[in-house]
């Protein structure tokens, strides 16, 4: 079995790296902090004509892997998982011959996923979000980047539905969280008009289980580029007279950060092949498995590289913190830690 990738995947890689540094570059990131939307009509634009969020119409997880892997690695602030991922993933799973999957697939629809609901913590499986009469009403939580969204897909107690986010009937209100690379939202719907795109609630959970890899995948990309820049800073920074990185602690901080990037990128890759050529089944179990060491791995990462910047890695200026805090959201993102080794003894056992 050959797990190396073909010319044409790297050439996809590169072609997005050099997009996202062209186009979205750290100053961009921050420029971002403060859009409600999160991303500009260029940018977005940009990734459409790029076909990478159309990427999982025609394709699969282990080319949108190089993808999402980039996109973490540049803090990119868009809704593309939300909508390139979620979204598109959703309707193609519930309606693939629905007109929206065309809309989001060429870019020019902004979708996202709508699961959990206030109070009711990860338990998608169990809305109180209803549909009467064609109208939807209910509320949603942590919905991400519903300000920038065209169509909001929600679960309700009798199926899976398609909303325009910009009904009368929708309210979005800010959610404020840790990362200020990703916007959330809590979603109210008013009896606002919404079509029916599928019967089945279960038939998301392998959904849930590409999106919780898809953030993984991004993490490690996030992971990558904060460890690169501690492993410079430690190459560069001269205390007593030698670089810090000539000592010992620091080298085993770096070797440790290493280690669980490697170990996060393995799992998250081989989650992603598993989505696409393995039994279903099987994709859970690697699904599970990823999250479960990436929910603790990576985030630890995140702190560490605040730890060899010292002082400066704690200053609003220097970009370690906007990497920190996006690793965080993936230690709570579809669970934690704890959830999901849970998930999986319950799987093995």
């Given at each position: 079995?050959?797990f190396?990738f073909?010319?044409?995947q790297y050439?996809?890689?590169?072609?997005?790296?050099?997009?996202?540094?062209?186009?979205?570059?750290?100053?961009y990131?921050?420029s971002?902090i403060?859009?409600?939307?999160?991303?500009?009509?260029?940018?977005?634009?940009?990734?459409?004509?790029l076909?990478?969020?159309g990427?999982?119409?025609?394709?699969?997880?282990?080319?949108?892997?190089?993808?999402?892997?980039e996109?973490?690695?540049?803090?990119?602030?868009?809704?593309?998982?939300?909508?390139a991922v979620?979204?598109?993933?959703?309707?193609?799973?519930?309606?693939?011959?629905?007109?929206?999957?065309?809309?989001?697939?060429?870019?020019?629809?902004?979708?996202?996923?709508?699961l959990?609901?206030?109070?009711a913590?990860?338990?998608?499986r169990?809305p109180?979000?209803h549909?009467?009469?064609?109208?939807?009403?209910?509320?949603?939580a942590?919905?991400?980047?519903a300000?920038?969204?065209?169509?909001?897909?929600?679960?309700?107690?009798d199926?899976?539905?398609?909303?325009?986010?910009h009904?009368d009937?929708?309210?979005?209100?800010?959610?404020?969280?840790?990362?200020?690379?990703r916007r959330?939202?809590?979603?109210?719907?008013r009896?606002?008009?919404?079509?029916?795109l599928?019967?089945?609630i279960?038939?998301?959970?392998?959904?849930v289980?590409?999106?919780?890899?898809?953030?993984?995948?991004?993490?490690?990309?996030?992971?990558?580029?904060?460890?690169?820049?501690?492993?410079?800073?430690a190459?560069?920074?001269?205390?007593?007279?030698k670089?810090?990185?000539?000592?010992?602690?620091?080298?085993?901080?770096?070797?440790d950060?290493?280690?669980?990037?490697?170990?996060?990128?393995?799992?998250?890759?081989?989650?992603?092949?598993?989505?696409?050529a393995?039994?279903?089944?099987e994709?859970?179990?690697?699904?599970?498995?990823?999250?479960?060491?990436?929910?603790d791995?990576?985030?630890?990462?995140g702190?560490?590289?605040?730890?060899?910047?010292g002082?400066?890695?704690?200053?609003?200026?220097?970009?370690a913190?906007?990497?920190y805090?996006?690793?965080?959201?993936?230690?709570?993102?579809?669970g934690?830690?704890?959830?999901h080794?849970e998930?999986?003894?319950?799987?093995?056992?």
């Amino acid at each position: 079995m050959d797990f190396e990738f073909s010319d044409d995947q790297y050439a996809l890689r590169d072609t997005v790296r050099r997009f996202l540094a062209d186009k979205a570059p750290m100053s961009y990131v921050r420029s971002m902090i403060d859009d409600r939307r999160g991303t500009s009509d260029v940018v977005w634009k940009g990734l459409a004509d790029l076909g990478v969020t159309g990427l999982l119409v025609d394709l699969g997880m282990t080319d949108m892997a190089l993808v999402l892997e980039e996109m973490g690695r540049a803090a990119h602030p868009g809704p593309f998982l939300s909508s390139a991922v979620a979204a598109v993933s959703t309707v193609a799973r519930v309606s693939p011959d629905d007109d929206l999957l065309t809309g989001l697939a060429d870019g020019s629809l902004i979708g996202t996923l709508a699961l959990h609901e206030p109070g009711a913590r990860y338990d998608w499986r169990s809305p109180t979000t209803h549909v009467e009469s064609g109208h939807i009403t209910g509320a949603k939580a942590f919905v991400p980047d519903a300000l920038a969204a065209d169509v909001i897909v929600a679960v309700a107690t009798d199926g899976v539905y398609a909303v325009d986010a910009h009904d009368d009937g929708v309210t979005v209100d800010p959610q404020p969280t840790t990362d200020l690379t990703r916007r959330h939202g809590t979603v109210t719907f008013r009896q606002a008009p919404a079509r029916r795109l599928g019967d089945d609630i279960d038939m998301l959970s392998d959904v849930v289980d590409r999106v919780g890899v898809a953030m993984v995948l991004d993490g490690v990309g996030a992971a990558q580029a904060a460890l690169d820049m501690a492993v410079a800073y430690a190459k560069a920074r001269v205390q007593f007279d030698k670089p810090i990185g000539a000592f010992q602690a620091v080298q085993h901080h770096c070797a440790d950060m290493l280690q669980s990037v490697e170990m996060a990128r393995a799992g998250a890759y081989y989650a992603a092949w598993a989505d696409d050529a393995a039994s279903p089944e099987e994709a859970h179990r690697a699904a599970t498995m990823a999250m479960a060491f990436a929910s603790d791995a990576l985030p630890r990462v995140g702190a560490t590289v605040i730890q060899v910047h010292g002082g400066i890695g704690f200053t609003w200026e220097h970009d370690a913190h906007l990497f920190y805090k996006r690793l965080l959201t993936l230690a709570q993102a579809f669970g934690t830690a704890s959830d999901h080794l849970e998930d999986l003894a319950a799987i093995v056992l």
